[in-house]
T-cell receptor, first 115, second 111 residues
Framework: EAQVTQNPRYLITVTGKKLTVTCSQNMNHEYMSWYRQDPGLGLRQIYYSMNVEVTDKGDVPEGYKVSRKEKRNFPLILESPSPNQTSLYFC??????????????FGPGTRLTVT | GENVEQHPSTLSVQEGDSAVIKCTYSDSASNYFPWYKQELGKRPQLIIDIRSNVGEKKDQRIAVTLNKTAKHFSLHITETQPEDSAVYFCAASIIGNQFYFGTGTSLTVIP
């Protein structure tokens, strides 16, 4: 089954404790991205990656890191989480731009609370 | 960068009526405009999309129209049903680049 998976789905942590949210897709997609969703603000892109070893900042990259060492994985790293990073996070992937069916598939979401 | 505005933020309609959600964008280079539906506690899912070389696209009860000159696009849902109740997001993108989302419209269909 074609899918994007994220782990963990729920996480409560404390300020300053490094954490990683994993994202994996099994569709051989080149393009992957991370979004955060906050009430009234919609979905805002944090980072995106056009292919292995190629990453770019989105609209709200501060406080986050990503890496793309393999095509299928795109982890999101919070080196020193702060309460303003409490949010719902979505990973997404899609095929190469321009191809028919360049639908973006979203993972199930990770609800992060930083106290 | 691109700025996408979406209106209204909330919309209530009677079952069977039509619903229209409108979005405007700022970057004339944007050429891909998807619409997503997000049910409570679920992930966003693509319901329809349109590219800049097309003015309208339909899929059963859902249609999207695009006015490139005015830089706005709209989602039209006809014969609404209770299962259409959800949050709808528009987005704009230059194919190959990042996506910019609207702030969402919470649609409630009243039986």
């Amino acid at each position: 089954e074609a899918q994007v998976t994220q782990n963990p789905r729920y996480l409560i942590t404390v300020t300053g404790k490094k954490l990683t949210v994993t994202c994996s897709q099994n569709m051989n997609h080149e393009y992957m991205s991370w979004y955060r969703q906050d009430p009234g603000l919609g979905l805002r892109q944090i980072y995106y990656s056009m292919n292995v070893e190629v990453t770019d900042k989105g609209d709200v990259p501060e406080g986050y890191k990503v890496s793309r060492k393999e095509k299928r994985n795109f982890p999101l790293i919070l080196e020193s989480p702060s309460p303003n990073q409490t949010s719902l996070y979505f990973c997404a992937s899609r095929a190469s731009p321009g191809l028919k069916g360049s639908e973006q598939y979203f993972g199930p979401g990770t609800r992060l609370t930083v106290t | 960068g691109e700025n996408v505005e979406q209106h209204p933020s909330t919309l209530s309609v009677q079952e069977g009526d039509s619903a229209v959600i409108k979005c405007t964008y700022s970057d004339s280079a944007s050429n891909y405009f998807p619409w997503y539906k997000q049910e409570l506690g679920k992930r966003p899912q693509l319901i329809i999309d349109i590219r800049s070389n097309v003015g309208e696209k339909k899929d059963q009860r859902i249609a999207v129209t695009l006015n490139k000159t005015a830089k706005h696009f709209s989602l039209h849902i006809t014969e609404t049903q209770p299962e259409d109740s959800a949050v709808y997001f528009c987005a704009a993108s230059i194919i190959g680049n990042q996506f910019y989302f609207g702030t969402g419209t919470s649609l409630t269909v009243i039986p």
